[in-house]
């Protein structure tokens, strides 16, 4: 067992207030991006975006986006989290890593943006779906980088989404799917809720 990343996980809360006066540096948001991106996404497409929001003027502009709430400037950063539409085409460059590394075959991507294109074309939907789905992928390991870093999160979807593309010039391809307020906590938080019983959310079959 990975004790670490068990205590991340059950000691992980969503906060409210944040020292304000606390700041994360470049090397610091960078290493969270980083550690955010290995998130799994179909095919690998890796379709996902991140705005680190940390200016003072930025941080206003989003926190009138996202119904005043305080912790979008309290936090030392709050990162809008873009999930980019599925392009297929994309894949061949995003697979060659694995090729290089050798334990991809250099006949296989081929294969699968032929596989993505049947799967995304004419499916506005589906690809919604999946840029949805990639971009919450890698918000929660977002959020669990920051637990192990001894930072504190807040995932919020209370926000003008269209706002925020239009404030933040988001692409025609890119959702803003939530922000999540990060940084240092301050006293007055509550702890992790309780959950319900595993009986009641698990199925054996």
């Known amino acids: 067992m990975n004790q670490p990343l068990i205590d991340a996980i059950t000691q992980r809360t969503s906060v409210s207030y944040f020292d304000p006066s606390r700041e994360l540096d470049d090397d610091s948001i960078h290493a969270l991006i980083s550690w955010a991106t290995r998130a799994p ?25 996202a119904w005043n709430q305080p912790k979008v400037c309290d936090a030392a950063v709050t ?11 994309t894949l061949v460059e995003r697979l060659q890593g694995s090729v290089d590394a050798g334990f991809m075959p250099a006949e296989m991507p081929p294969s699968w943006v032929a596989l993505a294109d049947r799967l995304y074309a004419g499916a506005p939907r ?14 929660s390991t977002l959020m669990l980088a920051g637990q192990a870093l001894g930072l504190a999160a807040s995932p919020m979807t209370g926000f003008d989404p269209e706002g925020v593309a239009d ?3 988001l692409g025609a391809d890119e959702i803003p799917v939530m922000l999540v307020a990060m940084g240092h906590a301050q006293p007055g938080n509550w702890p ?14």
């Open 167 to 169: 404030v933040f010039r």
């Open 192 to 205: 992790q809720k309780p959950r319900r019983p595993v009986a009641d959310v698990l199925e054996l079959v």
């Open 41 to 65: 996404s179909a095919f690998n497409l890796q379709n996902w975006r991140f705005i680190a929001v940390r200016s003072v003027a930025a941080k206003q502009r989003l926190r009138e986006l």
């Open 126 to 139: 589906t690809q919604r779906d999946e840029a949805v789905r990639s971009a919450t992928f890698a918000a």
């Open 79 to 89: 990162f809008i989290v873009c999930g980019v539409l599925p392009q297929p085409a």
